[in-house]
């Protein structure tokens, strides 16, 4: 399954943001984007029409930012991100000096072009989705872009290879709260939703009991990980930093999403989607796939494992004749492959439908890219989560006694239920409905940030 982390280039115009909320009054609180007016053409040429509107609202150059410790967006007060960083240690370091960095290590080949090029868009249009209204805007987006380039050019230099199973790394870098502070400012809180938040409480305590927990999901971006655990942050640390993401390899070799992965917690995998990619390649994708399943098979018997997988295989698209996004459909084998895991694993386990709505941070390409080095596309954009209550294998199959209907309608029972939740997270986010209005008796939403 194509899972995990993040990283953008450019997105679509967006309305006006409201005046923000209280939270963010305080010098050193974060940010919520602004409007982006980055205009993406039907043949997806982009334009960038403010780079001159920064550095007049700035004032030339702009304000310098600290050299040491980047002051990261935090809507509950900001974080510093501590460890290595080779760029951060250049005193006074500003938006100029940090593309000429950029161009530097290009022309020395200490950075291949692509990636150089990559890293200079990115910049431009991060800095463009970002509010100028802020006195903190300017550092805010300097500190996360120089933690970024930093982090790219360690790992091009020294790359890091991901074990079948990889765990956060919070230090001495702490890359969980990189990825958070990062994707922070591309989500308009104001206008997202946690369906069910008790429910994500009555997880956390059967995590603690030494259960284990699996999330069916829909997958829509590579900000997933973030978003997910962004709305929970506050409500359900825990859960934040502890679930672990069944990863396609895409997001662990792609050298801009590296180093948000690197904060996650992984099971890399081999989607079936890009199996037979590279034919020579085919057997060793089969040879680690089975590694991975050893590994996540370990970790279930060790209990108090919460696991998020996307049966789909990759991310979600939208219709080609309507543009409308859904669900993309379940694979019955990867969700019976799963379930098997979690039932011989010697502790109680547990199945939950999750589903996640947040393309337009961060919308995937119309088709699936056979090349790593995706052209991304961000905004700020409100999002939303939803869990509802688990679905038990036996209580769907109790009236058949065919193992491939019963697999094929527990399927459906879980993917039914992540596409009942995703079209109440849209009338609420879409159809400016908000959490009362689009709330029903199965699906409660709500913003625990509040």
């Known amino acids: 399954m194509h899972a995990p982390p993040l990283v953008a280039l450019a997105g679509g115009a967006c309305p006006v943001a409201a005046p923000p909320p209280p939270w963010l009054a305080s010098p050193r609180a974060a940010i919520l984007a602004a409007p982006a007016r980055l205009l993406r053409s039907r043949r997806g040429a982009l334009r960038l029409e403010a780079k001159a509107a920064w550095r007049a609202a700035w004032g030339g150059r702009g304000p310098r930012v600290p050299a040491k410790g980047a002051v990261l967006a935090s809507y509950m007060g900001a974080e510093e991100v501590v460890g290595p960083s080779p760029l951060l240690d250049e005193e006074g370091l500003d938006d100029e000096e940090l593309i000429l960095h950029i161009r530097k290590e290009l022309e020395e080949g200490k950075l291949p072009a692509d990636v150089a090029s990559s890293l200079e868009e990115l910049y431009y249009n991060y800095k463009n989705v970002l509010q100028t209204g802020n006195p903190d805007a300017y550092e805010i987006m300097l500190s996360n872009m120089m933690a970024l380039f930093d982090r790219v050019i360690l790992d091009v230099q020294n790359p890091f290879t991901f074990p079948p199973y990889h765990k956060a790394i919070r230090e001495p870098f702490d890359y969980y709260m990189f990825g958070q502070n990062y994707i922070r400012p591309l989500v308009d809180f104001r206008n997202s939703y946690v369906g069910n938040i008790s429910l994500f409480h009555d997880i956390e305590e059967k995590l603690h009991q030494g259960h284990n927990v699996v999330l069916m999901s829909n997958h829509q971006t590579e900000a997933d990980p973030a978003i997910i655990a962004l709305l929970l942050e506050k409500s359900n640390p825990w859960i934040s930093e502890n679930i672990v993401y069944v990863a396609g390899d895409r997001v662990i070799t792609d050298p801009l999403c590296k180093p948000f992965s690197m904060g996650r917690n992984l099971i890399c995998v081999y989607s079936k989607k890009h199996m037979n990619d590279y034919p020579e390649l085919i057997e060793m994708k089969r040879r680690s796939n089975t590694r991975s399943l050893k590994e996540m098979a370990l970790l279930l018997r060790g209990g108090s494992q919460l696991i998020w997988i996307a049966p789909s295989g990759g991310r979600d698209r939208p219709d080609p004749s309507t ?92 993917y039914s239920s992540v596409v009942n939740q995703y079209n109440v997270l849209k009338s609420a986010i879409f159809r400016d409905r908000g959490a009362a209005a689009a709330s029903n008796t199965a699906i409660s939403l709500s913003q625990p940030w509040r």
Request: hydrophobic share 35%.
């Open 323 to 414: 543009g409308e996004w859904y669900p993309a459909p379940f694979d019955s084998s990867s969700v019976d492959n799963m379930r098997r895991l979690l039932e011989h694993a010697g502790v109680p386990g547990h199945i939950y439908p999750l589903s996640l709505l947040c393309y337009e941070v961060m919308p995937p390409p119309q088709q699936v890219e056979k090349e790593i080095g995706e052209q991304r596309v961000i905004s700020f954009h409100g999002v939303g989560l939803s869990v509802t209550e688990e679905i038990k294998y036996v209580d769907i199959t109790a009236h058949t006694k065919n193992a491939d209907e019963g697999r094929e309608l527990f399927t459906d029972a879980l």
